[in-house]
Structure formats: structure tokens, C-alpha cells
């Protein structure tokens, strides 16, 4: 964080200081690295690295879930609801995926893309 105040000159002379003004240089997280998914008999836990914060501490993260169609991602928010969260993985039991929305089969793939975000904004997501 930059302190600045500031005081104006001409040729009568300086005037007084203004009152001190902080700036912030930041800008939103930079992009996560694509998670890694880890199936276990009963849950799927998606872990990811915090990525660059941009100069801002990141205060969530928001974790989207491949559905079965293979183009739709949506959020699960009862388990991977990371909003106000700082940890970098959230575990799904497998019973919610092979339901709907997501309606995976069981043992297959799950692939996921995640997003950080700071008081400047939202990365872009995970590839």
C-alpha cells in the first residue's frame, strides 16, 4: 500500500498538505494451474495450487465440476463452496457426483476448473 499527500506550488509558494490518500496496487490473481482430482472409495477430492495473488491476499475460490454431458461445468456448493474459504481443496462425496446435476458414472473421470479471487476480482479459470 502507497501513502501519498499531497501540496501544491506557485509563485506565492506552497500551499498546505493535503490529507493522506492510500492506493492499493493490485490487480486480481493471476490464472490457477489446473487442479489434480484424487478418487478415494466413498469421496473425490480436488486440490489445487494458490496462485499468484496480485498483489491482494485472495479471500476464495470458486471450483467448477465437469456435469457427465463433458461440456458443462457447474459449482457443488455444499462441499466446494470456497467463497470466504483460503484452502486449496475441497473433498465430494461420490454419492453427489453420480447424482444430478453432475451425474458422472461411477470411477470415471472427474475434471474440474478453479478461479481465485481478490477485493480487485476474479482470476480467470483453471484450463
Known amino acids: ?6 501540496e501544491a506550488r506557485n509563485e506565492y509558494g506552497y500551499s498546505v498538505f493535503s ?15 489446473p487442479p489434480t482430482t484424487i478418487w ?9 495450487a494458490s496462485p499468484n495473488n496480485g498483489g491482494s491476499s485472495i479471500t ?3 471450483v467448477l465440476i465437469r456435469q457427465s454431458d463433458l461440456t458443462t461445468f457447474v459449482t457443488e456448493p455444499t462441499s466446494c463452496d470456497m467463497t470466504l474459504r483460503l484452502s486449496t481443496q475441497c473433498t465430494i462425496p461420490v454419492t453427489t457426483l453420480i447424482a444430478a446435476p453432475f451425474s458422472l458414472p461411477w470411477g470415471s473421470s472427474v475434471f474440474a476448473k478453479v478461479s481465485a479471487k481478490n477485493v480487485y476480482g476474479e482470476s480467470s479459470e483453471s484450463a
Request: glycine fraction near 4%; proline fraction near 9%; avoid cysteine.
Open 19 to 33: 490529507n493522506l490518500m492510500s492506493v492499493l496496487a493490485a490487480q486480481e490473481p493471476n490464472q490457477p494451474n
Open 1 to 6: 500500500m502507497y501513502t501519498f499527500r499531497v
Open 60 to 62: 476464495g475460490y470458486k
Open 40 to 48: 478415494s472409495p466413498d469421496k473425490v477430492t480436488i486440490s489445487w
